[in-house]
């Protein structure tokens, strides 16, 4: 499957949608507190998507081959859950972590898809710091998305990023291409080395969602046996921030950008954070 390079059209598509996802999250940021359950979190964005934005989830009823249909109109992954935790009834506590994936399909059929992490409470400091690393991590990555690099030199910068920190990188997932598709090609890998895989083009757009581990890279399936839960096999923490990136003509713009959106790090440049289409 070769890689879908956007026009003018696909890229404003691509816009809205990835704005219109990363709106949901604003939107839930304020209920995502000590005693609510995820479930809440869950019916809160289906009804936003739904009555206010007019999106639909690209999660509820999702079923690649090999899995159950997934549930939820988000994924809820706590603690040592690294990715795609089905929300349920359990009040969240004060100390807890938590990623929140949400991705959005638009009347006109394009995705937008984004996650951010949130700390119920003050939160230890080990947690705050792989949160942190976490984030800047997936911004290391993005710096060297332009024109003419290699997947593999986003994939490397993660990585040395996140294991000079001390941390682990989960290897069995990965980025991937977005469009009219969930997921498209290219894969883009968290880890690697530069100047390897595929010559970035202008109009590629792709994810970039490091899952960056405390312990061990090493991961299996959780204890709920749903065929979705994934958790560390250590029960060290793990954390997760995705954006959507547009490769430009001169770098890159971050399309999952929203008022409520967490600021790039300092070592971000403010005029590479969005480019000029």
Not at 14 to 29: Q, W
Not at 245 to 254: P, R, S
Request: glycine fraction near 10%; aromatic fraction near 8%; charged fraction near 20%.
């Amino acid at each position: 499957m070769s890689i879908t390079i956007k026009d003018a059209a696909g890229i404003a598509g691509m816009r809205e949608a990835c704005r219109l996802a990363s709106e949901v999250l604003d939107y839930l940021t304020p209920h995502i507190a000590a005693g609510v359950t995820t479930k809440e979190i869950d019916r809160l964005a289906h009804d936003y998507m739904v009555n206010v934005q007019g999106t639909r989830s690209a999660t509820v009823g999702y079923q690649p081959p090999g899995y159950p249909p997934y549930p939820a109109a988000l994924c809820t992954s706590l603690n040592h859950v690294v990715c795609h935790g089905i929300p349920n009834e359990k009040p969240l506590k004060k100390g807890d972590i938590m990623n929140v994936d949400v991705t959005v399909i638009t009347k006109d059929g394009w995705y937008g898809d984004n996650s951010r992490m949130y700390i119920i409470g003050e939160g230890s400091i080990a947690a705050r710091r792989l949160v942190q690393v976490t984030y800047e991590a997936m911004w290391h990555g993005i710096v060297k998305v332009r024109p003419g690099a290699r997947l593999g030199d986003i994939g490397h910068a993660i990585q040395k990023f996140a294991e000079g920190q001390g941390y682990s990188v989960v290897r069995e997932f990965c980025g991937h291409g977005i469009g009219q598709r969930f997921h498209e090609e290219p894969q883009v890998l968290h880890y690697g080395r530069p100047g390897t895989m595929e010559v970035l083009e202008p109009g590629m757009t792709f994810t970039i969602e490091p899952m960056i581990n405390a312990g061990r890279r090493e991961i299996k399936d959780g204890p709920e046996k749903d065929g979705w839960t994934i958790v560390t096999k250590d029960h060290s923490l793990s954390a997760q921030w995705e954006h959507t990136v547009l490769v430009t003509e001169t770098g890159y713009e971050v399309l999952t950008l929203s008022a409520g959106s967490l600021a790039p790090p300092a070592f971000v440049q403010p005029q590479s954070s969005t480019a000029a289409a």
